[in-house]
Nanobody, 124 residues
Framework: QVQLVESGGGLVQAGGSLRLSCEDS????????MGWFRQAPGKAREFVASIGRSGGITDAVDSVKGRFTISRDNAKNTVYLQMNSLKPEDTAVYYCAAQPRGIPSRRPYDYDYWGQGTQVTVSS
């Protein structure tokens, strides 16, 4: 069973950095494509980045390319989102998600398992 727990959120000034972590307590982490999504107040949940099972394939939305990096450590059952040069518009609750079908996707409904979310607030 997949149980995802995010950590690493917080309050940071514009231009600062944060690293989000998402750990799976199960034993099948390496079988899942992992994704990061975010949801700002009053807005729909949006795709941020995804990473394939072995970490060799990554994807990210244009607004974060060059600033955010997704990575994973299958030995630690953990996926990371390194966020640099943060902007106020990055403020949102960030969620990690897992999907077992092996095809990286930007669509939230393709992901079967979700963490509880971690708040990221970027002040101007």
């Amino acid at each position: 069973q997949v149980q995802l727990v995010e950590s690493g959120g917080g309050l940071v000034q514009a231009g600062g950095s944060l690293r989000l972590s998402c750990e799976d307590s199960g034993r099948t982490f390496s079988r899942y494509v992992m994704g990061w999504f975010r949801q700002a107040p009053g807005k729909a949940r949006e795709f941020v980045a995804s990473i394939g099972r072995s970490g060799g394939i990554t994807d990210a939305v244009d607004s974060v390319k060059g600033r955010f990096t997704i990575s994973r450590d299958n030995a630690k059952n953990t996926v990371y989102l390194q966020m640099n040069s943060l902007k106020p518009e990055d403020t949102a609750v960030y969620y990690c998600a897992a999907q077992p079908r092996g095809i990286p996707s930007r669509r939230p409904y393709d992901y079967d398992y979700w963490g509880q979310g971690t708040q990221v607030t970027v002040s101007s």
